[in-house]
């Protein structure tokens, strides 16, 4: 046994990996770009608050770790204690510290943490003596952020203090190509392994490569010109050159297998190496005896280990030890090909294994589905399908479980349905006796749920929740009472969705009044919640058919949006474009079409954006945008545009519905709906027709199954087929289609006479038009009667919107006045409709 240590220390140390250059602890390369950012962080290390945190986020390979390394040595040569928190160490990091001394410690991968990190961080945030500087890196700051802001106010304040403004960008050196930035490793590189350095073109993209990327081709060219020997200049590619390292990767792994007496019938057979390394690349085993189990487990599915080397082979994967060695971008490719290819593979590399390692297969799985949901790799699925299987192999540990739900984006098209069972499977395994974390498991679970539109199953876990919150809630205001304003918030926007804005209102007020008690002495800690429930506030309002009292709070809230985005721009983007979109609804609703157009266009341009760097979370809210400047831009006449506008909603919608059809069905039909309705507008009838009729068929199947919420939206969409019909002639479709509007909106006007009258005095109106078309004069004359009425009594509370459909509608009743003979009446209203008429030109 010693001497076969031996000989694989003799091996390491002749083959050594290219790959592991690349560690931004190694240093190899110098320090290049991020300078704004270095020089920012140092400022904020010697800035006088006792306290503070910052987030340093951005996807895989643009630096983050190297920039966090650099500012520790540089806080380091200032003497300071800085000291990098290994996952497993938080409990001990600040004990590290020698009290008074300023420290910085760094957490990298703060993602993937569990609940030690919380814990951390509220001792962190009762001070000490000495300066302390935590520095969290992370993919971004998703739902694992926002739950560690959760757990108090102080701690939530240095979070919020310390958010990104926005991603470390991928280019390094802003201005400059990446051929000048790979030149300057080449050298180093070089010297790290003992080689001549070449002379490198490169082609690439100016400026638009990540870090390791530039790193990686350097690399390259140096182990190329190794290889074919020296040359007047090497050609690299920097958008091939981690495909290529990992080709030296994997011949490094062959190597050191025989070099240290592994390879062939005294160890490992060739087939089974790439295996082999994919399986210790998963599981990050840390000892020789796991190491030893893990390949006893899948030699079952790789033959090829020689039965008793399990152990052998085993030492030989720890001294690898891909999982930490490699960057992710380098080895994930092998990971996911490996895995994909023997698909036994995962299940026998978890089979038995303890929950450390389980937990870190699944949170690796989790990162290779998050770096791929931008859509530019082609190996999405086969990512999600092996994040389905580690997920399942997950033991019941709420700890575990809600771990790698911090990992996962949201909202998301993709990952929504696997984040609402992860929570239901947390809530399961998370006792009732900790109120508190009880309460934040059915919080969780009712927010995912509502995410793949489940409202309905959401409603009582939240409702628990609030039960259970609002004891300790007046006990400890300061650490409860936003978690309560959170799950009221949440609880209000899942009764809206189910149709229900009165039950909603009550909750979202309720939330915004807590968090004004809050904000009054922590501000910042909870202006992103109190834009966010003012906003779901005002929506409600509207909803409830109160667009003049909606429209002063929507515009509220697109202010309190614009502040918080002036400290988190990219984190508020989002919900500011929600906001510029109501509030351009409210002014459509109030007749004010003009003043709509600047926020509705400042929506979409937010919107776009965010949806090319993101679609997984933001093609949704594209789909919105879209919608509404088509509606404005109809108010103007600009057909053209409308009709552009409509077509990508719909193509939008379509995809979104295919995605997660509970959440987004309804948003298809409303853009089927709108296009449908613009193209019969513009004498595209057949066109407008098909689409208003599947509008109609969707509706039926999901007013079938939640009448509360989608009988109204039906009989909209009823009578919008019913005016289609009519301009192809088809009068019995048409008729067919206007008095099943008309049922319905009476029925639900007698209900909710303030919400639904205006509805049902259209569809009067409109059946009115269809009867007298068709010579029934005495029944239109009633019906169109009883729709002037109602305009009558909505004209007196808003006579901009309300003038023109009273208008309409004379015109209409003097029509069926006029074929009843009814000269002298239908006269005087006609007058009345031309003065109204005037009134609106004016």
């Known amino acids: 046994m010693s001497t076969l240590s031996s000989r694989r220390r003799t091996a390491l140390a002749h083959t050594m990996s290219p790959g592991r250059l690349l560690a931004p ?59 990098n928190v290994p996952d497993g160490a ?15 410690l760094l957490v990298d991968d703060a993602d993937a943490r569990g609940p030690a990190l919380a814990a951390l961080l509220a001792h962190a945030a009762r001070g000490r003596n000495g300066a302390l500087r935590i520095v969290l890196v ?52 070089a010297d790290a392994l003992g080689l ?80 082999l390394v994919a399986a210790a690349t998963l599981t990050g085993v840390r000892t020789a005896d796991a190491a030893g189990r893990l390949v006893g487990r899948v030699a079952a599915v790789l033959p090829g280990v020689r039965p008793g080397a399990e152990h052998d082979v085993g030492r030989w994967l720890l001294d ?18 490996e895995l994909t290819d023997v698909p036994a593979l995962l299940g026998a590399g978890l089979a038995g294994a303890g929950t450390p390692v389980v937990r870190r297969a699944a949170l690796r799985t989790a990162a290779m589905v998050v770096d791929r949901l931008d859509g530019r790799s082609g190996d999405l699925d086969a990512a999600l399908d092996l994040l389905g299987a580690a997920v399942a192999a997950l033991p019941e540990d709420a700890d575990t479980l809600r771990t790698v739900t911090g990992l996962l984006p949201r ?23 900790d109120v508190a974390r009880r309460a934040e498991a059915l919080a969780d679970a009712g927010v995912a749920l509502g995410d793949v539109g489940r409202a309905a199953d959401a409603e009582p876990f939240e409702r628990e929740a609030v039960g259970l919150l609002r004891g300790p809630a007046e006990a400890d205001p300061h650490r409860f009472r936003p978690r309560l304003a959170a799950v009221l918030a949440h609880l209000g926007a899942t009764c809206a969705a189910q149709g229900r804005p009165a039950d909603a209102l009550p909750c979202l007020e309720e939330a915004g009044c807590l968090l004004r008690l809050v904000a009054a002495d922590h501000p910042d800690a909870v202006a992103f919640d109190l834009a966010a429930a003012e ?96 509606n404005v831009l109809t108010a103007q006449g600009r057909t053209e545009e409308v009709l552009e506008h409509l077509v990508d909603a719909v193509a939008i919608r379509r995809r979104t519905a295919q995605e997660n059809p509970g959440c987004y069905l309804a948003d298809l039909v409303r ?26 068929e969707v509706l039926r199947r999901l007013a079938a199954e939640d009448p509360r919420r989608y009988v109204p939206e039906l009989a909209e969409a009823l009578s919008a087929l019913g005016v289609t019909h009519s301009r192809l002639h088809r009068s019995q479709d048409a008729l067919d289609a206007e008095h099943e509007a008309t049922r319905t909106w009476r029925g639900l006007a007698d209900a909710d006479p303030h919400r639904y009258r205006a509805r049902l005095a259209q569809s009067l109106s409109n059946l009115g038009a269809l009867l007298a078309v068709l010579r029934l004069g005495d029944e239109a004359v009633e019906l169109v009667r009883e729709a002037v009425a109602l305009l009558r009594e909505l004209l007196a509370e808003n006579a901009a919107k309300y003038r023109p459909r009273l208008a309409e509608a004379l015109r209409t009743l003097a029509l069926a006045l006029h074929d009843q003979q009814r000269f002298d009446e239908a006269r005087r209203v006609r007058a009345e409709a031309l003065e109204l008429g005037g009134l609106v030109a004016a």
């Open 411 to 433: 909202p998301s098209l993709t990952l929504g349905e696997l984040r609402a069972e992860i929570t239901l499977r947390t809530l399961a395994a998370t006792g009732r006796d």
């Open 320 to 337: 690898l030890d891909p999982h930490r060695a490699l960057p992710p971008r380098l080895v994930d490719p092998h990971l996911l090909a």
């Open 138 to 189: 992370a993919r971004d700051a998703g739902p694992w952020f926002d739950r560690l802001a959760a757990t108090d106010l102080a701690v939530r304040e240095l979070l919020e203090a310390g958010r990104a403004r926005e991603d470390l960008p991928a280019a390094v050196l802003p201005g400059q190509v990446d051929a000048r930035v790979v030149a300057a490793f080449v050298e180093p590189y």
């Open 535 to 630: 906003t779901a506030a005002a929506a409600t309002r509207a909803e409830l058919g109160q667009p003049l009292v909606a429209l002063g709070p929507s515009r509220e809230a697109v202010a309190l949006w614009r502040a918080v985005a002036r400290r988190s721009p990219e984190r508020c983007a989002a919900p500011l474009a929600s906001s510029l979109s109501d509030v351009a609804r409210r002014l459509l609703e109030l007749g004010r079409g003009a003043e709509a157009l600047a926020p509705a266009e400042e929506a979409l341009g937010l919107r776009r954006r965010l949806a090319a760097a993101d679609p997984d979370e933001h093609l949704p809210g594209l789909g919105d945008a879209l919608e509404v400047l088509g």
């Open 196 to 275: 001549p350095a070449p002379q490198v073109s490169v082609a690439s993209v100016p400026g638009g490569a990540r870090m390791l990327d530039l790193q990686a081709a350097a690399l390259c060219a140096v182990l190329r010109a190794q290889a074919r020997g020296p040359r007047d200049t090497l050609p690299v590619d920097v958008s091939d050159a981690l495909d290529e390292l990992l080709e030296h990767e994997r011949w490094t792994w062959y190597r050191s297998a025989e070099e240290a007496g592994l390879l062939g019938e005294a160890g490992v057979l060739p087939e089974a190496v790439d295996g």
């Open 671 to 696: 853009s089927l709906q709108a296009l449908g309705t613009r193209l019969s507008d513009a004498g595209r009838w057949e066109e407008g027709r098909e689409l208003q009729q599947e509008a109609v």
């Open 90 to 104: 938080e409990p001990r990091a600040l004990a590290a510290v020698p009290d008074g001394a300023p420290a910085l």
């Open 25 to 83: 602890e190694r240093h190899v390369v110098p320090f290049v770009g991020r300078r704004a950012e270095h020089a920012s962080l140092v400022v904020w290390c010697t800035s006088p608050e006792p306290v503070g945190v910052r987030l340093v986020t951005g996807p895989g390979g643009v630096g983050k770790t190297r920039l966090a390394r650099e500012l520790a040595q540089h806080m380091a040569r200032a003497g300071w204690t800085c000291l």
